[in-house]
């Protein structure tokens, strides 16, 4: 038994020492992020009734391409839930976006990104039933750091402001019961793998 561990420790010691930690250049490598933090919603209006809502939890993952030295598209969904005085939300976002990336120096690359996105809604009160939430368009911008570990495996870190219009909610009659404001400011930490 000893020697399996030993061996396995080995084995992960070369792997990480095969490519060497620096933040070379993204241009033309595709990459795949994954990531999980928290979120701090806009209150909202749902039952007629102000609404003041509770930090919430946000897990996404998607896509990154390097077009060139300094930029960046990306292509990324996230899932968030929180609750509130009257029900628990939930957005899924489907964001489409622009990183520009500083000159990478050591391991540390910092980004700025912005970009649209589609924020699909729903909303569970806690007495009655499910209540439909208009689906609607925001944009975003965001900060981040990459901290590459190795050539093409990095830590990555994020700070999001989504701002986006009101939807309506309407029950199942169809019946106008208030208004979903789904802007907010998110924190998330992850890790990116680049091909």
């Known amino acids: 038994m000893k020697k399996l561990i030993a061996t396995a420790c080995l084995a992960t010691a070369v792997a990480l020492s095969a490519g060497p930690a620096s933040a070379d250049s993204i241009k033309g490598k595709l990459?795949?992020?994954g990531k999980l933090g928290f979120l701090v919603p806009a209150d909202n209006e749902s039952d007629f009734y102000h609404n003041n809502t509770d930090t919430g939890f946000v897990v996404g993952g998607g896509l990154i391409y390097g077009l060139d030295q300094n930029f960046a598209g990306e292509l990324a969904a996230t899932r968030t839930w929180f609750g509130s005085e009257t029900g628990d939300f939930g957005i899924t976002d489907l964001g489409l976006g622009l990183q520009y990336r500083f000159t990478p120096s050591s391991k540390l690359v910092p980004y700025l990104g912005a970009g649209l996105d589609v924020l699909m809604s729903d909303y569970h009160p806690n007495f009655g039933p499910h209540q439909d939430?208009?689906?609607t368009v925001g944009a975003h911008l965001a900060g981040g750091l990459d901290y590459f570990v190795q050539r093409n495996l990095a830590l990555t870190g994020e700070v999001k402001l989504l701002l986006a219009p009101d939807t309506d909610i309407?029950?199942?009659?169809?019946?106008h019961t208030g208004n979903f404001d789904p802007s907010s400011v998110s924190g998330t930490v992850g890790l990116r793998y680049f091909f």
């Not at 309407?170 to 019946?175: A, E, K, P, Y």
């Open 31 to 33: 990459g795949i992020t």
């Open 133 to 135: 939430v208009d689906t």
């Open 170 to 175: 309407t029950d199942n009659f169809g019946n």
